[in-house]
Nanobody, 125 residues
Framework: QVQFVESGGELVQPGGSLRLSCVASGVTSGYYGVGWARQAPGKEPEEVSCIPISGNYIYYHDSVKGRFTISRDNAKNTVYLQMNSLQPGDTGVYYC??????????????????WGKGTLVNVSA
């Protein structure tokens, strides 16, 4: 089974930038891609972005289009999320997770039991 470890979250002012990293270990095959999801306090998780292991079909939720960029380094088993122009509404715990598929509608995440433990992003003045 694959395990994911997220890092890079911290307190940042509105308008600032962060880069999150997600490192996979264990059985790093058998899944379609890697996605980022986030969960704000008191809310359900929501999708952010996802990328396939191979190929270029990338998905972004409308709320982050033009501000966030997802990328991968397969040699390092790492997926990155570059976040620019951060807003207070971006605050939450950011998780990475394996995917079953990526469609026009969004990311097909594995159940939460397969997700990493998350990294906290706090956008506040």
């Amino acid at each position: 089974q694959v395990q994911f470890v997220e890092s890079g979250g911290e307190l940042v002012q509105p308008g600032g930038s962060l880069r999150l990293s997600c490192v996979a270990s264990g059985v790093t095959s058998g899944y379609y891609g890697v996605g980022w999801a986030r969960q704000a306090p008191g809310k359900e998780p929501e999708e952010v972005s996802c990328i396939p292991i191979s190929g270029n079909y990338i998905y972004y939720h409308d709320s982050v289009k033009g501000r966030f960029t997802i990328s991968r380094d397969n040699a390092k088993n790492t997926v990155y999320l570059q976040m620019n122009s951060l807003q207070p509404g971006d605050t939450g715990v950011y998780y990475c997770a394996p995917l079953t598929a990526i469609t026009k509608s969004g990311c097909g995440y594995y159940p939460k039991a397969y997700w990493g433990k998350g990294t906290l992003v706090n956008v506040s003045a």
